[in-house]
């Protein structure tokens, strides 16, 4: 991608997954992110499982639903997270973002974490399954391995970040991805994309989803649509 060229915001806002995931998320605050999924075309709305059912319900076909499992520790058993997964999908989620166990990684369990990935891939079939590896507890050796671990999983995408940890997607992690990612495995970037810039720079860098409510929330304040 030309690195100059400015990135339409009608594209940009095609490659978010808006995304509400707070505690205290409430169906009306849940509705209104729907609503502006489906007006500003979105790439999906990331919202908790317990909502997956009722925003299907209200979106149809006119938006994708994404939903977290395992979020935002990653320490569940396999078990509970292929439930938790079977479970949304039965609901009417189209996307799994899952969390990874991070402590199976630094014990160097790679052989547990690419089966969990691969169990929770084959219960998603044709639906998209993002791998959430948390980069701001890892080790950039860490990183690349889960690139690879996550790269023959089967799994549809590589990404940052819960936002719920010490930090969120920074533009070296964006490139290490692009760098040791191979088969055709996508790379999202999530937690603290802040401007419109930001979502340039990472979409340049080689994120293909970015997750974030803030790039919808400008483009209303600054009515750039």
């Known amino acids: ?15 978010c997954d808006h995304t509400l995931l707070s505690q205290s998320a409430t169906w009306e605050e849940i509705k209104a992110i729907c609503d502006d999924g489906m007006k500003y075309h979105t790439a999906s ?6 909502y997956v059912k009722q925003a299907k319900e209200y979106v149809g076909d006119k938006l994708p639903i994404c939903t977290v499992i395992g979020f935002p520790n990653g320490y569940s058993t396999t078990a509970t997270k292929l439930f938790e997964t079977e479970d949304a ?4 989620a189209d996307e799994i973002d899952m969390v990874i166990n991070i402590g199976w990684l630094k014990d160097k369990r790679y052989d547990d974490i690419a089966l969990e990935i691969r169990e929770l891939k084959k219960a998603c079939g044709d639906k998209i399954l993002k791998v959430i590896i948390e980069t701001c507890l890892l080790t950039d050796d860490e990183k690349i391995k889960m690139c690879e671990i996550v ?10 970040s819960t936002g719920f940890s010490t930090a969120g ?8 991805f692009k760098a040791h990612v191979t088969g055709g495995l996508k790379i999202k970037a999530a937690g603290g994309i802040k401007s419109i810039e ?28």
């Open 1 to 15: 991608m030309d690195t100059k060229a400015k990135i339409d915001i009608q594209t940009i806002l095609s490659m």
């Open 45 to 50: 709305v990331c919202i908790p499982c317990s």
């Open 89 to 92: 999908l039965k609901n009417g």
């Open 151 to 160: 790269s023959n999983s089967g799994a549809d995408f590589i990404k940052t």
């Open 169 to 176: 997607a920074t533009k070296e992690d964006v490139a290490l």
């Open 198 to 225: 930001d979502a340039e720079d990472f979409i340049r860098l080689g994120a293909n989803r970015l997750g974030t409510s803030r790039i919808v929330k400008i483009v209303k304040e600054k009515e750039l649509l």
